[in-house]
């Protein structure tokens, strides 16, 4: 790790300030001294301890890092530059991921914007035009992210963040209940189906929903629409948006959305009461059997049970077996707020921000996070999921390409509608797709 430069400048800004630049220039320039300028020297001398016991550079991050291994490498993080950098001090801020966009735009907007924060695609695009995100293309180690990491955090050539990590989509299972009634990793729709009736049949809630929480919702019809609808279809998003292709006229996102629905009976007893803290908890303890979301599950279910003996395998979205597809994506973007006023703030920030995007950082999220990180490092995993995902590969695998998707607003738009259609004793998608163009329309 590098130690900052912020040091030397705040002890040469404080020489400076005792000595004076122009009468130093001038004594060097004649090989005279002048009595000032000796007593501000003693002075200097005498004080000269006094950088270190100035008042540090302070920032903020802030982030909505819930699971305990996350929390456990930002502290780890903190502390590890800090001890390096004395003068510097990184405040941490932690939100929940359903208040964090708000409260990022609300500090924003009052002048109490934190100087490192990520963002999710919704509102890259939006804060970089704004000029809220630093220029990090030449930052230190950005070499050691892959392409498509990289290409993710770019606009017009110029990278604006980075994703630190990457995130895979799909089914996590605990091994003992399935070996326990014979079950095996299901490849198909019907197989799936099969695999639920059995489960339910025994007692054990099937899929641990967690529909209480809007944005859970997502990473179940992901797994769907990505698969489904964007992997042979990049401008998906934007033609929804535009409403180029209405839902209504869109028969993939039809059969998708009905596939959703057909897996009620399945979610437990009361999936809509139902968090994602109680689902990680009902799959750690073996009260159910599956649940699907992004791979930070991994760290959140293990933290829950480090025993849980935990799998991973892509949601199968046909009764082709090469519908049963692995969806990986880059994670959000860790940026660097640009508009701060204070150059002394804004280079403490950087400096952070690149031990944070390290190798060494990267390494100790893996071990210790249990999570997939976009810097190529030379630790492997121990943790039987993260291998199994890892093990998709060709046609098995779908890394989202960088593309543009709903804001903020559309997003919310769908998942709300679809939580309110979920939630009745029938589903009609018909309705649910033309109340879908209804305020979508509203939205232009």
Sequence with gaps: MKKTSICVLLALGLVMAATGCGNTTANKATGQTNPETEKQSIEQKETSGQAESAEPVTFTWMHHLQEEGKQEWVNWLVESYQEANPNIKVNVELLPSDQYNTMLKTKIASGDAPMIFDLGNQLFTEFVDSGYCADVTDMEGMDNYDKTTVERSSVDGK????????????????????????????????????????????????????????????????????????????????????????????????????????????????????????AMNMVATGKAAMTVNGSWAVDGIMSLNPDVNLGAFAWPTSDEESGSVMVVKPGSSYCVYNNTEDPEVLAAAKDFFTYLCSKESAEYFAEHAHGLVGCQIDNTSDITALNEINAYQGDSLYVEPNMEVFTTEAQNTVFETLQAYAMKNSFDVDAFCAELDKKFAALQ
């Excluded at 091994?175 to 695999?195: H, N």
């Excluded at 997502?218 to 948006?241: A, E, G, H, P, S």
């Excluded at 180029?244 to 039809?254: A, L, R, T, Y």
Aim: overall charge negative; aromatic content about 18%.
């Design 159 to 278: 990278v604006y963040g980075v994703c630190f990590d990457k995130n895979a989509y799909c089914t996590f299972y605990n091994k003992d209940v399935f070996e326990k009634y014979g079950l095996e990793v299901p490849s198909t729709v019907t197989e799936l189906q099969e695999v639920c009736k059995v489960l339910l049949e025994n007692g054990v809630t099937p899929i641990a929903a967690p529909f209480s929480e809007l944005w859970c919702l997502r990473y179940y019809d992901m797994v769907l629409t990505d698969v489904q609808c964007c992997r042979d279809n990049i401008d998906w998003f934007t033609q929804k948006m535009s409403m180029e292709i209405p839902f209504s006229e869109d028969q993939e996102f039809k059969d998708c959305a009905e596939w959703f629905y057909s897996l009620k009976p399945y979610w437990g007893d009361d999936p809509f009461g139902t968090s994602w803290n109680d």
